[in-house]
């Protein structure tokens, strides 16, 4: 069985996540001029933690619903003697 197109999509997926929180981050920071406490604020780390990785799942496992199945080889035969 092939898991190249699950992992490639653990890859884009953690870092769309990662992305994700980045401008998250960004935004609060130099749009709001709020930064962002993550060490005062459990909630807010377990998110900024668990948003990658709920990420990166997804993203497996949309890639391996939507790869190819690899079909067997054909099978020889013989024209006999």
Known sequence: MNHTGAMIGFVVGGAAGFLLTETVGAFFTFV???????DGTPVLL????????????????????????VSPAPAVRSRGP
């Open 32 to 38: 709001l001029d709020r930064a962002l406490d993550v």
């Open 46 to 69: 377990a998110a900024f933690i668990l948003v990658p990785v709920l990420s990166a799942l997804v993203g497996a496992a949309a890639a391996r619903a939507f790869e190819r199945p």
